[in-house]
């Protein structure tokens, strides 16, 4: 989210550079052929469709050409991008600027007991929560039941400023914590549980390796896919990574 005081000094450089007062008329050119015509004035600046979308058989294979033209007065911005998606079967991490890489480990309890004394002085025995860790490698088997530690490993060359992740979990596996919020963690992130996915939002990263952990139990048997997990910057969507896809089997106990 953009602060208060930044959004009152966008405004009043829009006033002052005359921005908010454009006259123009945009058309979009695709191959050739005009595909959009838009009219901005100040009384349509906020009311145009400014979006042109090709997608599906429509976009052939081989070279195309875009063109944006524009007659009248006013500065004109603009963004292009391009979305694919591949058929393979094991989805590989890929990330130019950031990096994400996900790792599963089972956690195998292996509590100790302790000899302590109570306010009266007796002796009594103290269980302290201990756990052994195996890391997962895809393909894995889990039983109903087992723990899961999901971690996230965010490699950034640069600092940056609004970034969400979100990691999408096995269909068979729920999340411990249900209820979303600040954990303490120290990338300050906020984590919100979904049914689908747990997505974290942070809004300062700085370069460098940062670490961040929830936990999954295994429940429902079957074998799942963990689609990769998706990081990019809010206001920069061009900015983007992903994680490995992750697959493993649940039997019953």
Same mark, same amino acid.
């Given at each position: 989210?953009?602060?208060?005081?930044?959004?009152?000094?966008? /405004?009043?450089?829009?006033?002052?550079?005359?921005?908010?007062?454009?006259?123009? %008329?945009?058309?979009?050119?695709?191959?050739?052929?005009?595909?959009?015509?838009?009219?901005?004035?100040?009384? %349509?600046?906020?009311?145009?469709?400014?979006?042109?979308?090709?997608?599906?058989?429509?976009?052939?294979?081989?070279?195309?050409?875009?063109?944006?033209?524009?007659?009248?007065?006013?500065?004109?911005?603009?963004?292009?991008?391009?979305? %694919?998606?591949?058929?393979?079967?094991? #989805?590989?991490?890929?990330?130019?600027?950031?990096?994400? =890489?996900?790792?599963?480990?089972?956690?195998?309890?292996?509590?100790?007991? %302790?000899? *302590?004394?109570?306010?009266?002085?007796?002796?009594?025995?103290?269980?302290?929560?201990?756990?052994?860790?195996?890391?997962? *490698?895809?393909?894995?088997? @889990?039983?109903?039941?087992?723990? #899961?530690?999901?971690? @996230?490993?965010?490699?950034?060359?640069?600092?940056?400023?609004?970034?969400?992740?979100?990691?999408?979990?096995?269909?068979?596996? =729920?999340?411990?914590? @249900?209820?979303?919020?600040?954990?303490?963690?120290?990338?300050?992130?906020?984590?919100?549980?979904?049914?689908?996915?747990?997505?974290?939002?942070?809004?300062?990263?700085?370069?460098?390796?940062?670490?961040?952990?929830?936990?999954?139990?295994?429940?429902?048997?079957?074998?799942?896919?963990?689609?990769?997990?998706?990081?990019?910057? *809010?206001?920069?969507?061009?900015?983007? /990574?992903?994680?490995?896809?992750?697959?493993?089997?649940? *039997?019953?106990?």
């Amino acid at each position: 989210m953009i602060p208060p005081y930044q959004l009152k000094r966008l /405004a009043e450089y829009l006033k002052a550079s005359g921005e908010n007062r454009p006259d123009m %008329t945009v058309e979009v050119w695709f191959d050739g052929e005009k595909q959009k015509e838009v009219k901005i004035t100040p009384e %349509t600046l906020f009311e145009i469709d400014n979006k042109f979308t090709i997608e599906g058989v429509s976009l052939e294979t081989g070279r195309h050409t875009l063109e944006i033209r524009k007659t009248g007065s006013g500065p004109l911005y603009y963004n292009a991008y391009v979305k %694919t998606f591949s058929k393979e079967d094991f #989805i590989e991490a890929a990330g130019l600027e950031i990096k994400v =890489e996900r790792k599963y480990t089972r956690l195998i309890p292996d509590n100790k007991e %302790t000899k *302590v004394s109570n306010s009266s002085g007796q002796a009594i025995d103290q269980v302290s929560e201990h756990f052994l860790r195996e890391p997962l *490698v895809n393909h894995a088997e @889990l039983k109903s039941g087992d723990l #899961i530690e999901v971690e @996230l490993i965010i490699d950034s060359k640069n600092d940056y400023e609004y970034l969400i992740f979100e990691d999408y979990k096995p269909a068979g596996l =729920e999340a411990v914590d @249900l209820r979303s919020g600040y954990t303490g963690n120290r990338m300050g992130a906020y984590l919100e549980f979904r049914n689908e996915k747990v997505k974290f939002f942070v809004n300062r990263l700085a370069h460098g390796k940062h670490s961040i952990t929830y936990q999954l139990r295994a429940e429902i048997p079957g074998k799942f896919s963990a689609l990769p997990t998706q990081g990019s910057a *809010v206001y920069a969507p061009e900015l983007r /990574a992903n994680s490995d896809e992750m697959k493993l089997q649940v *039997v019953d106990k």
